[in-house]
């Protein structure tokens, strides 16, 4: 079954403590975006990747890193420098990063601060 | 910046009714895509339309059509014979055209279907 998946589906943070949120995809899929989604308010583009070893910071970058080492992964860490991290986090990805071309959804992390 | 609005935070419907969804975007493009995404309870976003600008005729899925009217740059949703799986958070989104380009979310509509 091709698809996204990201792990896990609910994550807890200390203060303090840097967490790191999965996502991997089996679709062959060359672009790869982080969303965050914040209650009474559409998605907000964290960081987006369109190829191996290359990513450029979207609307609200700060204080979150990502790695893009392999093609069906694009993990994102959430530092101690993101003062308010508890939202809902999802990433998609796309066949190819042009205008028509869909974005797929993966089921989404719950990020809350102990 | 483009924008996107979606005047109804929440809108119900009786189930067998129809039901429509209001989006407005703002751009100084001519070609660029638009898409309607469902986020039921379970938070997987799903796409339900998208609709290319350079495109007439509006498009259509099953129970689910738009009505795109480019000069006003309206773009909304119509849910035919609602069900109650039709429940959900809906989002519009715009994306322009090029390489590399991103999307544009509205704030969302919630949809009630009622029994």
């Known amino acids: 079954d091709g698809g996204i998946t990201q792990s896990p589906k609910y994550l807890f943070r200390k203060e303090g403590q840097n967490v790191t949120l999965s996502c991997e995809q089996n679709?062959?899929?060359?672009?790869m975006y982080w969303y965050r989604q914040d209650p009474g308010q559409g998605l907000r583009l964290i960081y987006y990747?369109?190829?191996?070893?290359?990513?450029q910071k979207g609307d609200i970058a700060e204080g979150y890193s990502v790695s893009r080492e392999k093609k069906e992964s694009f993990p994102l860490t959430v530092t101690s420098a993101q003062k308010n991290p508890t939202a809902f986090y999802l990433c998609?990805?796309?066949?190819?990063?042009?205008?028509?071309?869909?974005?797929?959804f993966g089921a989404g992390t719950r990020l809350s601060v102990l | 910046a483009q924008t996107v609005t979606q005047s109804q935070p929440e809108m119900s419907v009786q189930e067998a009714e129809t039901v429509t969804l209001s989006c407005t975007y703002d751009?100084?493009?001519?070609?660029?895509?638009l898409f309607w995404y469902k986020q039921p309870p379970s938070r997987q976003m799903i796409l339900v339309i998208r609709?290319?600008?350079?495109?007439?005729q509006n498009a259509t899925e099953n129970r689910f059509s738009v009505n795109f009217q480019k000069a006003a740059k309206s773009f909304s949703l119509k849910i035919s014979d609602s069900q109650l799986g039709d429940a959900a958070m809906y989002f519009c989104?715009?994306?322009?055209?090029?390489?590399?380009?991103?999307?544009?979310f509205g704030p969302g509509t919630r949809l009630s279907v009622l029994p």
């Open positions: 990747s369109q190829i191996v070893n290359d990513f």
């Open positions: 998609a990805s796309s066949q190819r990063p042009g205008a028509k071309n869909i974005q797929y």
């Open positions: 609709q290319e600008a350079y495109k007439q």
């Open positions: 751009t100084s493009e001519s070609d660029y895509y």
């Open positions: 679709l062959n899929h060359d672009a």
């Open positions: 989104a715009y994306r322009p055209p090029g390489y590399g380009q991103n999307f544009v």
